[in-house]
């Protein structure tokens, strides 16, 4: 059924959907919503589960390790600050193998406090194990919900579903959630094997020595490769029972015979792909690649999409200081590791809600083009560097 809803009430919806038994969380913008909506479900006895109110996001991230490991599935939501908070424990829901599923409503990291969107929050965290879907609409971000629990369950990994705030929790657009027969068919109820049951004594996350520790990280690695196909499978599914699909790991627009590729991440996308078909219009070989799933990294498939382009333009709203640009670094890796030399340009914008509007990226395009000695890294053009920073006088 389409209803006309907010981001985040879209996600709630789908939340509810799965049937969680424990939602936990703290609230901070621009994740409250989600939580909002949640709360106020259990509240009607719309969804039968446990809300917790925690009292703080480390707390929530505990609630929910716990829940999972005790046997019931559950949910938390996050961003920013929240979510570094948060770090410890999501480490180790990843290393005890958890299928938690988490919403992280993107936005900067301070300092200087910067309530609005970019995906600095989520970047920090990707190395800690946890699966990191990033959707481009709320449509996207309702169905992905559904679809990561499913695939959390299958891998027994936790998954991050990363959408835009406020470019995505706060606006409405028409979203098609299914009937809850529909979803039941589709996500079956939940049983981990390794429940904590006081019937049946078992030790989760215990010490481990030098002669074992690498062996579990191993494991983790293999399991979150193993997941790329299981992400791609699961999508397909859906797409066969409620017709529709996004892309899997990897979602490709125009790129028949493109030389330039514009890759990014999120909302920004839609925007790409205005540019991509204006710059057709004109006569120039360009296309668009949106990476969905940035982990696992899907470095084989886009070594298979991008073997032709002549020139990659990648789009980050996220920079690691001292470094440059995130996706672009692992993608020229994965690049070379095939064989492929095709160089890879990163552009960093969007940082702290700046929008990267049509314009914007069409002059990045511009910009990348004309430049022959191929710079690895600038901000994108609408960035302002003060002359001076601000000082306070301290006399």
């Excluded at 990191?132 to 959390?152: F, K, T, W």
Aim: charged residues 20%; glycine residues 8%; negative net charge.
């Amino acid at each position: 059924m389409k209803k006309l809803l907010e981001g985040s009430q879209a996600v709630a919806e789908a939340v509810s959907l799965c049937r969680p038994q424990v939602v936990a969380a703290y609230p901070i913008t621009p994740q409250t919503h989600i939580i909002e909506r949640l709360a106020q479900q259990v509240a009607n006895g719309e969804l039968e589960a446990e809300f917790i109110n925690a009292e703080s996001e480390f707390g929530a991230a505990s609630i929910v390790l716990g829940a999972v490991a005790a046997g019931a599935r559950a949910f938390t939501a996050t961003a920013s600050q929240g979510l570094l908070l948060m770090t410890e424990v999501l480490y180790n829901i990843a290393g005890l193998r958890l299928p938690v599923v988490m919403v992280c409503a993107n936005r900067a990291v301070g300092a200087p406090i910067n309530i609005f969107s970019d995906h600095q929050d989520s970047m920090a965290l990707r190395d800690s194990g946890w699966i990191q879907l990033y959707v481009e609409s709320n449509q996207e971000a309702a169905d992905s919900m559904i679809q990561a629990y499913r695939i959390a369950e299958a891998c027994e990994l936790p998954v991050m579903v990363c959408m835009d705030g406020f470019f995505l929790t706060h606006t409405f657009e028409p979203v098609d959630l299914p009937i809850q027969a529909a979803v039941d068919d589709f996500l079956p109820p939940f049983h981990f094997a390794r429940a904590l049951d006081p019937s049946r004594p078992m030790t989760l996350g215990g010490a481990s020595e030098a002669d074992n520790y690498q062996e579990y990280r191993s494991a983790q690695q293999a399991a979150m490769e193993d997941a790329q196909p299981v992400i791609e499978a699961f999508d397909a599914e859906f797409d066969d029972q409620f017709g529709r699909a996004h892309g899997g790991l990897l979602q490709a627009y125009r790129l028949d015979e493109a030389q330039t590729v514009l890759l990014g991440m999120g909302s920004l996308m839609g925007a790409v792909r205005d540019v991509v078909d204006k710059l057709r219009d004109q006569g120039q070989a360009v296309g668009a690649l949106r990476l969905r799933c940035f982990r696992p990294f899907p470095a084989q498939a886009l070594a298979q999409y991008l073997s032709g382009a002549q020139r990659i333009i990648v789009l980050e709203k996220a920079i690691s200081i001292g470094a440059g640009g995130i996706v672009a670094a692992e993608l020229r890796a994965a690049l070379h590791q095939a064989g492929i030399m095709t160089p890879v340009e990163s552009v960093i914008g969007g940082l702290g809600g700046r929008d990267l509007t049509p314009e914007v990226i069409e002059a990045v395009f511009q910009e990348t083009t004309q430049d022959e000695a191929g710079a690895t890294f600038r901000f994108a053009p609408d960035h302002v560097t003060p002359d001076e920073p601000v000082r306070e006088d301290c006399s």
